[in-house]
């Protein structure tokens, strides 16, 4: 008897069309119309035309930032991450059989931990986006009240998400203005929106204009008693002043210029950092250092405040999914380049976008930068022609563009966000030159 109508009579049914009568028929159709199959060697052919159809910022000059940027990686953070033991490890639940994993996420953590000059890091969030979102819950816990402060110049995807996350605390997120001229923070429309229902502030450095802004460290002598949280380009602290040098409560990031790759936005790894009097209302998971019983250096999941644990009900978030293989990726990159292989890279950012920023702002039509003050690797830049358009322009002559920002601040309708890294080439910056010069004619 053919194995399907075995399986039908088992299950007491006359026939496949039977099997399927609850499925409505509008919602029915008559098969997928798939292609003839085909062998392995054609299947990888065609898969080769088709991704040779894509334009990468491996193969073509690449200026778009915001968030996710192309760095050069060694290729030994590729090599350790492929490792079978690596690659195919989850979330450990039984997390003390997994010691190579847990001593991983440590390292990963006491990096993290002593660019931002914090206290406890956590392993880890999915992204910026979502480390904002709990940071902002996590404010809540701090200090129960309903208000949080953010930038009105920030990024439209992290808006998003925080606001996904804050409303099911009722929490109101309330934008204060940035400075039209230096593109930091504007202090008296912060002072302005201070009220008594505030539960914590949050800026950028470097913002979305990739101003270095120095109102920021003001911030916790200003308001003292307001949780602070700061987000980083953590690439910049090999540079910049780390937020825990100047008070932040929290800090968080993302890790993707650590040796990630861009990957069409993600995977991603968002960084999350506090100070010891919050590490309980902290989320996600930190791994200890200890001793065995016979006296052995061992590590263990110190805290794991989540509601598969024992917190339960009282867990501070439910987010689950640790980004282990990216936090690797991350501790290996730095363990590679080191701390004055970092701060290099960072000068190269700085002096790659400043060469850039002056040579736009000769163009004609171009103004380059908007906004005074220190940059990192990206800057504003105000087009003569719309930066939609503009990018087409750029794409039809194999050059990835800019970000354009209205989308992120609605009235930003003809200013363009420009990137330069370690990874732009004076060849590549030649080409966007001589583009531009082109299209703004």
Known sequence: MPLDRRMLDE???????????????????????LPPGKSEMEVVRY???LLSANLTAESAPCFLGGGVYHHFIPSAVGTIVSRSELATSYTPYQAEISQGMLQSLFEYQS????????????????????????????????LPKRTFLVPEAMCWDKRSVLGNYVSGAALNVVGYCYDPFT?????DDLRSKMTPDVCGIYAEVPNLFGVIDPQVPKLKQEFPDVPLVVGVNPLSLALVRPPGEYGADIVIGEGQPLGLPMNVGGPSLGLFACRM???????GRLIGMTRDREGRRAFCMTLQTREQHIRRSKATSNIC?????????????????????????????????????ERVDELEGFDSPVFEGAHFNEFVVRTPVRPAKLNRLLLRRGIIG??????????????????ATEATSAQAMDRLLAALREVAQ
């Not at 299950?11 to 997928?32: A, N």
């Not at 990096?111 to 940071?135: K, P, Q, R």
């Not at 990216?326 to 950012?349: H, P, W």
Request: aromatic fraction near 4%; proline fraction near 4%.
């Open 277 to 283: 009097e919050h590490v309980r209302k902290m989320p």
């Open 111 to 142: 990096y993290i931990a002593e660019l931002t000059a914090m206290d406890a890091v956590n392993s880890s969030n999915y992204d910026w986006a979502t480390a904002l979102g709990e940071a902002a819950t996590m404010c809540h816990r701090i």
């Open 402 to 419: 800019g970000l354009p920002l209205q989308r992120h601040v609605p009235r930003m309708e003809d200013h363009m966000l420009l990137t």
């Open 321 to 357: 999914t640790n980004e282990a293989l990216l936090a690797v990726a991350v501790s290996v990159y730095l363990g590679i380049v080191g701390g004055k292989g970092l701060r290099a890279i960072a000068r190269l950012n700085m002096r790659n976008a400043a060469e850039l920023m």
């Open 183 to 187: 593109g930091g923070l504007d202090l």
């Open 47 to 49: 898969m080769q035309e």
């Open 11 to 33: 299950l007491g049914i006359g026939s496949v069309e039977e099997l399927f009568s609850d499925i409505p028929e509008e919602v029915r159709t008559d098969g997928i119309p």
